[in-house]
């Protein structure tokens, strides 16, 4: 099983801070994005993790090589300045028939969560929580009646149950499957497409994908920008759940 990190945007958003580093490279409480992303996946549950690199992209890969992670590898997306899902593409043309997990760098999840969310991998399935109180610039998740899979994902909803919190999961025997709707998702909105997209077209093709998996009730930090950065360093210094030594 193979992990995709998503890290190859500029970050533009927290302004000078992301001048001449890519956002994975971001100190938060003295550790970088990308080692509390590492840090929270472990070192043996995934046969490889992918990181996908851009901007920056020999900062990133060598501070990687230097944690002397074995089973984490590098790569590089030079169409970083499109969307999101060429970051992916480029991950994706690495390997074929496994299952994965793909993942935004910008976001600190506590270990905890991860052996919650473990238990839920199945099918397609989209990680969401529903005790946070979402702004406009979060990704809104409307749920089918019975209430366990998508119904439509969009920032733009004003109607909605949950939220997504940027990982999702994809069974062996649903690549393809996820695949084909990748491509739909580049040839429906172009150069700006990003992977939630994907998990739109995937909705409108089927009832029962993308399940979601609910991880409420641990919280998690995403640094977008920087009142994001601030409320991540205030809080992180105070959250019993953020061990990154168990």
């Not at 580093?21 to 590492?38: A, E, F, S």
């Not at 060598?62 to 944690?67: A, E, F, S, V």
């Not at 991998?121 to 406009?136: H, K, N, P, Q, Y």
């Not at 150069?191 to 993308?210: T, W, Y």
Request: hydrophobic share 40%.
């Amino acid at each position: 099983m193979k992990a995709v990190v998503l890290a190859a945007g500029t970050g533009s958003r927290l302004g000078e801070i992301t001048r001449a580093r890519t956002k994975g490279m971001v100190p938060v409480q003295g550790r970088k994005l990308i080692d509390y992303l590492l840090d929270f996946f472990g070192t043996d549950f995934f046969d490889e993790i992918l990181v996908v690199g851009g901007f920056c992209y020999e900062d990133l890969r060598d501070h990687i090589t230097g944690r002397g992670q074995g089973n984490v590898r590098v790569i590089h997306n030079s169409e970083y300045l499109k969307g999101n899902i060429y970051t992916l593409f480029t991950a994706l043309k690495e390997f074929s028939g496994e299952s994965f997990l793909m993942t935004n760098v910008d976001h600190i999840y506590p270990r905890i969560m991860f052996e919650k969310m473990k238990k839920s991998f199945s099918r397609i399935t989209a990680m969401c929580d529903f005790d946070r109180s979402l702004t406009g610039d979060d990704m809104k998740v409307k749920l089918r009646k019975h209430g366990r899979s998508i119904d439509t994902i969009s920032k733009e909803l004003h109607d909605f149950d949950c939220g997504y919190i940027g990982m999702t999961y994809v069974d062996q025997e649903f690549d393809n499957t996820y695949r084909n709707a990748a491509q739909a998702a580049l040839s429906r909105y172009g150069e700006k497409a990003v992977v939630e997209n994907i998990l739109q077209i995937l909705a409108a093709e089927s009832d029962e994908v993308p399940a979601i998996c609910d991880l409420s009730g641990f919280g998690w930090y995403e640094v977008d920008n920087m009142e994001d950065l601030q409320k991540a360093e205030e809080g992180l210094a105070a959250d019993r759940n953020f061990n990154f030594d168990i």
